[in-house]
């Protein structure tokens, strides 16, 4: 019989809807751990990955998105693989997305989203964020209940990032349809994950982001393409159309799957943590503290992956260069040599913001910002126009007993609908 911890985490369907377990059995071999007959390791410490994601000079980021169990298109060969790797680094899924990118075309790129998400574009946008969550919030609790995902946490962070960049309205239910009908990033069924494919959603976005920008090229409208259209490198140099359709794109689609996993993954604490949602109510201000402890016990991605450049040693272990490494988000943010009780939600926990469901370092999440604004406000309008939230007994079980379904995602830890019962607040007047 094989072992929890040998099982396939990348095809494991049983694993794919509590890794929790599977990633305890893991760590009980040490941080870093290869599962028998496979040639990649798994991290669940919290130091190690720390370490790993700060060091982009030995680990690159390009198979960030396809995972550690796919294969490279090359055989690693000597102790330093970076030439190999730029030599072969188109056969890599996603090569060209900012997420797989490593040195300058990284900081390049980095460079332009940096000026795009600060603060005070953010603050003028939650005007924005106000009014749409007000409207989608009193029409769920005039109808006494919704379905959390689809008829609220997605449509809302689609438009809020559609409005950010500046896509027309008139596209926006075409982009929200597209994506509802994607498979999640990391999706179980390898075909899905072809970016190549003419069909691919983000093939389809990305004809459709070249239009827009070059349009701004033409005719600046002050938006976020508009932006990117007319911006530089930090050495002068102008990107080319296809990388800022690139970024374009690949904003737009990371930009809200996290955000709308957040919201469901939260939901589920709210009703089910016992007096949760009465302490949240009594003062909203919590609100922060309760997303930064989901995101640390639950966060939207559960595994991203590096590949070693160079031989190396991490945590006491020697690594080889060409070494895949999964990095498992939803371990390290258990791992018990950092947090005490790890498996228990703490609303006020000490230091939360130390997790790393963010990521850290080069490729910590530039939108991170943008989604705790978005998750935040949308909870404040439910709890202002609420008494009282709890899941559909009939369509999710009792708590202890919830009936959930998960996406079938190596790397998206969300899940595909939530059903929720609204009880409205004593002076509500719907919209």
Same mark, same amino acid.
């Given at each position: 019989?094989?072992?929890?911890?040998?099982?396939?985490?990348?095809?494991?369907?049983?694993?794919?809807?509590?890794?929790?377990?599977?990633?305890?059995?893991?760590?009980?071999?040490?941080?870093?751990?290869?599962?028998?007959?496979?040639?990649?390791?798994?991290?669940?410490?919290?130091?190690?990955?720390?370490?790993?994601?700060?060091?982009?000079?030995?680990?690159?980021?390009?198979?960030?998105?396809?995972?550690?169990?796919?294969?490279?298109?090359?055989?690693?060969?000597?102790?330093?693989?970076?030439?190999?790797?730029?030599?072969?680094?188109?056969?890599?899924?996603?090569?060209?997305?900012?997420?797989?990118?490593?040195?300058?075309?990284?900081?390049?790129?980095?460079?332009?989203?940096?000026?795009?998400?600060?603060?005070?574009?953010?603050?003028?946008?939650?005007?924005?964020?106000?009014?749409?969550?007000?409207?989608?919030?009193?029409?769920?609790?005039?109808?006494?209940?919704?379905?959390?995902?689809?008829?609220?946490?997605?449509?809302?962070?689609?438009?809020?990032?559609?409005?950010?960049?500046?896509?027309?309205?008139?596209?926006?239910?075409?982009?929200?349809?597209?994506? +509802? %009908? #994607?498979?999640?990033?990391?999706?179980?069924?390898?075909? &899905?994950?072809?970016?190549?494919?003419?069909?691919? *959603?983000? !093939?389809?976005?990305?004809?459709?982001?070249?239009?827009?920008?070059?349009?701004?090229?033409?005719?600046?409208?002050?938006?976020?393409?508009?932006?990117?259209?007319?911006?530089?490198?930090?050495?002068?140099?102008?990107?080319?159309?296809?990388?800022?359709?690139?970024?374009?794109?690949?904003?737009?689609?990371?930009?809200?799957?996290?955000?709308?996993?957040?919201?469901?993954?939260?939901?589920?604490?709210?009703?089910?943590?016992?007096?949760?949602?009465?302490?949240?109510?009594?003062?909203?201000?919590?609100?922060?503290?309760?997303?930064?402890?989901?995101?640390?016990?639950?966060?939207?991605?559960?595994?991203?992956?590096?590949?070693?450049?160079?031989?190396?040693?991490?945590?006491?272990?020697?690594?080889?260069?060409?070494?895949?490494?999964?990095?498992? +988000? %939803? #371990?390290?943010?258990?791992?018990?040599?950092?947090?005490? &009780?790890?498996?228990?939600?703490?609303?006020?926990? *000490?230091? !939360?913001?130390?997790?790393?469901?963010?990521?850290?370092?080069?490729?910590?999440?530039?939108?991170?910002?943008?989604?705790?604004?978005?998750?935040?406000?949308?909870?404040?309008?439910?709890?202002?126009?609420?008494?009282?939230?709890?899941?559909?007994?009939?369509?999710?079980?009792?708590?202890?007993?919830?009936?959930?379904?998960?996406?079938?995602?190596?790397?998206?830890?969300?899940?595909?609908?939530?059903?929720?019962?609204?009880?409205?607040?004593?002076?509500?007047?719907?919209?």
């Amino acid at each position: 019989m094989t072992r929890l911890e040998d099982r396939d985490f990348f095809t494991d369907h049983e694993i794919l809807v509590d890794p929790y377990e599977y990633f305890e059995a893991v760590r009980s071999h040490g941080p870093i751990y290869q599962p028998k007959d496979k040639d990649y390791l798994i991290v669940t410490g919290f130091n190690e990955a720390l370490e790993i994601f700060k060091n982009s000079s030995d680990f690159s980021a390009s198979i960030a998105l396809q995972g550690a169990a796919c294969p490279l298109t090359f055989t690693p060969e000597g102790p330093d693989i970076s030439a190999q790797l730029e030599k072969h680094r188109s056969d890599i899924i996603g090569h060209d997305l900012l997420v797989n990118l490593d040195g300058n075309a990284h900081t390049n790129l980095r460079a332009l989203v940096n000026r795009l998400f600060v603060p005070s574009r953010l603050k003028s946008n939650e005007e924005y964020m106000v009014e749409l969550a007000e409207e989608m919030i009193r029409n769920a609790v005039a109808k006494g209940g919704c379905e959390l995902i689809l008829e609220i946490a997605a449509p809302f962070v689609t438009a809020v990032v559609a409005n950010l960049l500046g896509v027309p309205k008139a596209d926006e239910k075409f982009f929200m349809d597209l994506i +509802l %009908a #994607a498979p999640p990033p990391g999706s179980l069924n390898s075909e &899905d994950n072809d970016y190549r494919n003419e069909e691919h *959603p983000m !093939i389809i976005m990305g004809r459709y982001f070249t239009k827009y920008i070059q349009d701004r090229i033409d005719e600046p409208r002050g938006d976020i393409m508009s932006e990117l259209a007319h911006a530089t490198y930090p050495d002068g140099t102008k990107p080319t159309l296809q990388e800022l359709v690139n970024l374009s794109n690949f904003m737009f689609g990371a930009g809200q799957d996290t955000s709308a996993k957040l919201i469901g993954n939260a939901m589920r604490y709210i009703v089910d943590v016992p007096g949760l949602q009465a302490k949240l109510r009594d003062d909203p201000s919590l609100i922060p503290l309760l997303l930064e402890e989901v995101l640390r016990l639950e966060g939207s991605s559960k595994m991203t992956a590096r590949l070693t450049l160079r031989d190396t040693v991490v945590g006491g272990m020697p690594i080889k260069a060409g070494t895949r490494i999964g990095i498992a +988000l %939803a #371990a390290i943010s258990r791992d018990p040599r950092r947090w005490d &009780d790890p498996h228990a939600f703490v609303l006020d926990r *000490p230091r !939360i913001k130390e997790h790393l469901s963010f990521g850290r370092g080069a490729h910590t999440c530039a939108g991170a910002p943008l989604a705790r604004a978005e998750v935040r406000i949308l909870f404040e309008k439910l709890f202002q126009y609420t008494s009282y939230i709890e899941l559909d007994e009939a369509k999710h079980g009792t708590p202890g007993n919830r009936k959930l379904n998960f996406e079938p995602s190596f790397i998206v830890r969300g899940l595909s609908e939530l059903q929720v019962d609204l009880t409205p607040a004593e002076d509500f007047v719907p919209a």
